[in-house]
């Protein structure tokens, strides 16, 4: 057990603010009665909760400044098993707050998570009429989920910037007529309306935004589940730090997405890091998602990338499929022709069956 002296110790250079962070591990018998009970004798003191019940245990995450509770009482009560400092500053992504891996529901009977394996795939951008024979081909092919971008983070401001709302429409028809959820990046909080009015399934925050902290306060205040990317050199604990930002505002629908990230390697576009994609299911009880698309930058690569990140442990997989990379308007170096992506998926079932998980 920690005392409060190792929490100090283990968390220098956090801010004291963010150094009192406690779980309270309730015993097996605990009764939800009594699980209330203590709930409200926290919240009272001003700080807040995160109950998660197990199946074997349940824990009490407290938020807020655990100064004003006295570890020891909370202790001696009947039900509480042990009370334990936890030293990291991020909490509701924590692990440690839930041991059990967290399942999203994205919408159209598709879940993420725990044994609940996912294939996210499109083209890099929303065209136009070439997304719903996209769309259908890779559903045939076995993705449960499609992607495409409405609004693009370009480098360039002379570059394709995307359809807008447009694109949105389009997406919700492929939705529509394939019964499959759809993921799509936003970049400015003014559009969280527009994403909510039409019903999108999955907000992405891309790489670039990974720590734009009002976009992620806003879109943390709905209820949408959101695919968060790792920013381009962002480190795990940054990553789960926007989690965090998330969260708090009450959304805990989100996704981690590894997508690469910038090392002194220039033979890609990126470094994929799936010894992070480990490091992270430990850390966190959030689904975690490889793009090796963006990882990489070249499509060749992209299926042997899959096929690792599945057995690194990865929850689903995002990736980039275009009718014609060659004329495609954004990011055709990296995405497989339909074809290319049906023989990989051929292996992919395969594959996420022999590690015990289910695609829809
Ligand atoms: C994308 O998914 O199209 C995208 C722009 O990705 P990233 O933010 O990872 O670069
Ligand atoms: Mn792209």
Redesign the pocket.
């Known amino acids: 057990m920690y005392t409060a002296r190792d929490a100090g110790r283990f968390c220098k250079g956090y801010p004291s603010s963010e150094r009192h962070t406690m779980i309270a591990i309730l015993k097996e018998s605990a009764s939800d009665e009594a699980v209330s009970h203590i709930v409200s004798w926290i919240e009272k003191k001003g700080l807040k909760t995160d109950v998660s019940r197990g199946e074997n245990e349940t824990i009490i995450g407290l938020v807020g400044d655990t100064t004003k509770i006295d570890p020891f009482l909370l202790e001696s009560m009947d039900v509480v098993e042990r009370v334990q400092r936890v030293s990291e500053p991020f909490k509701r992504a924590n692990r440690k707050f839930h041991p059990e891996d967290s399942v999203i529901d994205c919408g159209h009977g598709v879940k993420i998570g725990g044994d609940q394996f996912q294939v996210i795939a499109g083209p890099?951008?929303v065209e136009g009429e070439n997304l719903i024979r996209i769309a259908r081909r890779v559903k045939a092919a076995g993705a449960t989920m499609l992607?495409g971008?409405a609004y693009?983070?370009r480098t360039s401001p002379y570059a394709y910037q995307g359809m807008g709302p447009a694109g949105l429409d389009l997406l919700c028809e492929a939705s529509a007529e394939l019964d499959m959820p759809i993921v799509t990046?936003i970049m400015d909080p003014r559009d969280v309306q527009v994403f909510l009015d039409k019903k999108i399934d999955v907000m992405?925050i891309?790489?670039?935004?990974a720590q734009n902290f009002p976009l992620l306060k806003e879109v943390g205040k709905t209820k949408t589940p959101i695919l968060l990317?790792r920013g381009?050199s962002g480190t795990i604990d940054e990553l789960l730090m926007a989690a965090e930002y998330i969260m708090s505002e009450g959304n805990d629908s989100v996704i981690l997405?590894e997508?690469?990230i910038r090392t002194f390697e220039t033979s890609m576009r990126n470094t994929l890091d799936l010894a992070g994609v480990v490091m992270l299911h430990k850390m966190t009880h959030l689904p975690v998602v490889v793009?090796p698309s963006?990882a990489c930058g070249h499509a060749w690569m992209v299926p042997e990338l899959a096929k690792a990140a599945v057995a690194a442990g990865a929850d689903g997989l995002?990736i980039?499929v275009h009718n014609n990379p060659a004329k495609a308007k954004?990011?055709g170096a990296q995405s497989l022709t339909p074809d290319q992506f049906d023989e990989l998926m051929q292996f992919i079932g395969k594959e996420v069956e022999f590690f015990g998980k289910k695609m829809n």
Do not use: I, T, V
Not at 206 to 209: D, F, K, M, V, Y
């Open positions: 890099c951008s992607r971008g693009k983070p990046e992405q891309g790489a670039r935004n990317k381009m997405c997508r690469g793009d963006h995002m980039e954004c990011d």
